[in-house]
Nanobody, 123 residues
Framework: QVQLVESGGGLVQAGGSLRLSCAVS????????MGWFRQAPGNEREFVAT????????YYVDSVKGRFTTSRDNIKNTVSLQMDNLKPEDTAVYYC????????????????WGLGTQVTVSS
């Protein structure tokens, strides 16, 4: 069983930064593609970023390119999302997820999910 726990959310002013972390239990962490998604009230869950098992390949939704960076540490079993130049429209609950499909932007391709962490960006 794989369990994921996100941390690092909070309230920040527009233009500020936050770093989200996701701690993953299980010995097979390094074999999973890891994804970040977000969901704002009334909206569907939206793809944000994904990173391949080795960290070589990373894909982002256009709205965060150049502002967000995802990385992973396969020794510490963690994946991170560095968020810079935050905007009010980035406000959402952010989730990390683990799956087997390369480069997927579809939530249903990820088998394991954390409970999420709230990010609020004030204008």
């Amino acid at each position: 069983q794989v369990q994921l726990v996100e941390s690092g959310g909070g309230l920040v002013q527009a233009g500020g930064s936050l770093r989200l972390s996701c701690a993953v239990s299980g010995r097979t962490f390094s074999s999973y593609h890891m994804g970040w998604f977000r969901q704002a009230p009334g909206n569907e869950r939206e793809f944000v970023a994904t990173i391949s098992p080795s960290g070589t390949y990373r894909y982002y939704v256009d709205s965060v390119k150049g502002r967000f960076t995802t990385s992973r540490d396969n020794i510490k079993n963690t994946v991170s999302l560095q968020m810079d130049n935050l905007k009010p429209e980035d406000t959402a609950v952010y989730y990390c997820a683990a799956g087997r499909q390369a480069g997927s932007r579809q939530p249903n391709h990820y088998a394991y999910w954390g409970l999420g962490t709230q990010v609020t960006v004030s204008s």
